[in-house]
């Protein structure tokens, strides 16, 4: 027996669900037969992968190491096979985003718009790379975002088009004193500390430490987290956080407007002009554009922003 792409990604599956039995509903096949699958590819590494008890399958010290070489090489085989097929002529569109929620909006309208192509969704932790991804087009489109004073340029044979700019707002614990105020001044919260980003990007460290700086204080960044642990910190009164206007909210969270709106950014959208997307870019932006306002009606604090402020132009 040769090792092959699908006993990597079977192996991966029984993993990442922990059991045999979940990783076969997963893959639409059935527990026997990846079972099966299981002890050949185990007789043929020499040893097991994965210890099997009541609480499911874990994986042995081999089954670690042929998991980390695995995850590796998934992702080049998947690439090798998208770019065989754009070669073949077949259309295959690789969307960029960080976690907007604008790139759901952006699969659906292509499916919509082209609807015989394949279309893949690739998220990155910081958006500072999307752009070179789109220059070297690994990527066909992409949601990025800059800031006031620090707009983004387009590398040759890529084009942006501005979908909406968007206050940064600011979320603290309910039991904060300042969380009963319509609107927060930065000033005002001179001596909390901040929770960032694990990977954000230069643009939005910038943008922050300035308009803290004409506020009249260094931030001080308590922590840098992902979004999960920011939020239970938040609201457990450890630190203050930036949030989209757009946001839902988090429970035990106040988002609240800054006074003067001193934070901001830009939705963009990103492409390669010589791709696929470029005769429908038009169609597409008009769309997400729409899909950004119905996404906005959701949010009770943006709604009572905007009929005080109205939409927010460009700095």
Same mark, same amino acid.
């Given at each position: ?23 076969? #509903?997963?893959?639409?096949?059935? /527990?026997?037969?990846?079972?099966? /699958? ?33 995850? &590796? ?18 259309? $295959? ?24 192509? %394949? ?9 500072? $790379?999307?752009? &070179? ?7 066909? =489109? ?8 620090? @707009? ?10 501005? $979908? ?28 909390? %500390?901040?929770? =960032?980003? $694990? ?51 988090? @429970? ?34 008009? #769309? ?11 949010? #009770? ?15």
């Amino acid at each position: 027996m040769e090792l092959e792409v699908r006993h990597l990604r079977a192996v991966c599956a029984i993993a990442d669900h922990g059991s045999i039995s979940k990783a076969a #509903a997963a893959l639409k096949t059935s /527990q026997p037969s990846l079972a099966a /699958q299981l002890r050949r590819i185990e007789s043929m590494f020499g040893s097991p992968l994965f210890e099997r008890g009541r609480e499911g399958a874990s994986p042995t010290p081999l089954g670690e190491w042929v998991l980390a070489r695995s995850r &590796s090489l998934l992702p080049a085989f998947e690439e090798l096979r998208r770019d065989g097929m754009r070669f073949a002529g077949r259309r $295959v569109l690789r969307v960029g985003c960080m976690s907007s929620h604008l790139a759901l909006h952006i699969i659906g309208t292509l499916r919509e718009l082209l609807p015989d192509a %394949e279309v893949t969704l690739r998220t990155e932790e910081a958006m500072d $790379v999307l752009p &070179s991804l789109l220059r070297s087009r690994r990527l066909e =489109l992409a949601t990025l975002a800059d800031y006031p004073g620090l @707009p983004l340029t387009p590398p040759a044979g890529v084009g942006y088009a501005p $979908v909406a700019w968007e206050p940064i707002f600011v979320g603290l614990a309910e039991s904060h004193p300042l969380a009963a105020r319509r609107e927060i001044d930065l000033a005002d919260l001179a001596e909390e %500390e901040w929770s =960032l980003p $694990v990977m954000i990007e230069v643009g939005h460290r910038e943008h922050f430490g300035e308009a803290c700086a004409r506020a009249g204080f260094v931030p001080k960044i308590g922590c840098e987290a992902t979004l999960s642990v920011a939020v239970d910190l938040i609201a457990a009164s450890r630190c203050v956080g930036m949030f989209q206007a757009t946001s839902r909210g988090y @429970p035990g969270i106040a988002i609240r407007p800054l006074s003067g709106t001193p934070l901001s950014f830009r939705h963009l959208i990103g492409w390669t002009e010589a791709g696929p997307v470029d005769p429908h870019i038009a169609e597409l932006v008009a #769309a997400v554009r729409r899909a950004y306002w119905t996404d906005a009606e959701k949010s #009770a604090v943006y709604q009572d922003w905007l009929g005080r402020h109205g939409p927010l132009a460009q700095p």
